[in-house]
Nanobody
Framework: QVQLVESGGGLVQPGGSLRLSCAASRSIFSIYAMGWYRQAPGKARELVATIINVGSTNYATSVKDRFTISRNDAKDTMYLQMNSLKPEDTAVYYC???????????WGQGTQVTVSS
């Protein structure tokens, strides 16, 4: 099992930036996949960004060129740098990992991001 703790959410004005962190309770060096989802009020949870294996990344079209996913294996931590934030980015952001291909996901508790003037 893996415990995940997110941090870095908050209130930011449109056009601003935030960096989310997701700290894992064990080494992430060999983890198969990790990434971020988000869920806005009244909407389904949607994929934001993922890292597969050693570094293949994928982004939702709505965040491409604005968000960057990264990992620091030495700190067992994953990040989501969010730039040029828009009100529609407002949501609870959840990090997840899959330790092996096809295995169950482990989720963090979520962190609120609110983009508003």
């Amino acid at each position: 099992q893996v415990q995940l703790v997110e941090s870095g959410g908050g209130l930011v004005q449109p056009g601003g930036s935030l960096r989310l962190s997701c700290a894992a309770s064990r080494s992430i060096f060999s983890i198969y996949a990790m990434g971020w989802y988000r869920q806005a009020p009244g909407k389904a949870r949607e994929l934001v960004a993922t890292i597969i294996n050693v570094g293949s990344t994928n982004y939702a079209t709505s965040v491409k060129d604005r968000f960057t996913i990264s990992r620091n294996d030495a700190k067992d931590t994953m990040y989501l740098q969010m730039n040029s934030l828009k009100p529609e980015d407002t949501a609870v952001y959840y990090c997840y990992v899959r330790t092996v291909a096809g295995g169950p996901p482990y989720w963090g508790q979520g962190t609120q991001v609110t983009v508003s003037s």
